[in-house]
């Protein structure tokens, strides 16, 4: 099958923040890139699944069945070695179904704080971020890619950029948290960017054969 330039590739999130990224991480690829609202879909997708890879392909194709196109969906999040993998696929929600990035990360530094005072010594900050991408075809065939970056913890938030927990996210090899990269340095390094680029190269492959 050839590309065609009408060809959507529909990104499967209602995450504002997920949708930038990858309208730039994207925009090499021959498909018109659309969101859930630009469709006018409303739907919430249960996120039932114990693995990021599980999630991610509930999403994908869920709405690929809505929408008859190809659709690329990521269920991605932080692991924290202290606190044996939490927050985990539970990373959007830590604090609560509805809440904020604000509110995840408190909650996060409280419990590492707690951790703390239980022990004779400080927690490990050792953590990673987790990305699996999920292709769904028009016809229901599912494929996925996953990848990971490394670094720790800090109290403080620093970096004004990114989402999420990127400003508690220190990458020892930059010198600095997530949140203080460019956007684009951020999308050569980081977890989604390592998937994306993975699951880019596969797509073009599933669609070209």
């Not at 016809?139 to 999420?164: A, L, N």
């Not at 999308?187 to 797509?203: F, M, V, W």
């Amino acid at each position: 099958m050839s590309f065609n330039n009408q060809q959507k590739l529909l990104i499967a999130t209602h995450n504002a923040g997920k949708i930038r990224e990858y309208r730039t991480l994207l925009a090499e690829l021959p498909f018109e890139v659309v969101s859930l609202a630009e469709l006018g879909i409303t739907l919430d997708v249960d996120e039932t699944g114990v693995t990021f890879a599980e999630n991610a392909r509930l999403k994908a194709q869920a709405y690929a069945a809505l929408a008859h196109m190809w659709t690329w969906a990521d269920d991605s999040g932080l692991e924290v070695d202290a606190l044996d993998g939490r927050p985990g696929v539970y990373s959007a929600r830590f604090a609560g179904a509805k809440a904020s990035d604000a509110a995840n990360n408190a909650k996060l530094i409280a419990e590492l704080h707690q951790l703390a005072q239980q022990g004779n010594e400080a927690p490990s900050r050792r953590a990673r971020f987790r990305c699996v991408v999920a292709l769904a075809a028009p016809d229901g065939q599912i494929y996925t890619c996953e990848d990971s970056v490394e670094g720790e913890i800090v109290d403080e938030p620093r970096g004004d950029h990114g989402f999420g927990y990127d400003p508690h996210f220190y990458l020892p090899t930059m010198g600095c948290t997530m949140a203080q990269l460019p956007a684009e340095t951020k999308n050569t390094i980081s977890h989604r960017g390592k998937a994306a680029r993975q699951a880019e190269k596969l797509l073009r492959t599933l669609v070209a054969g």
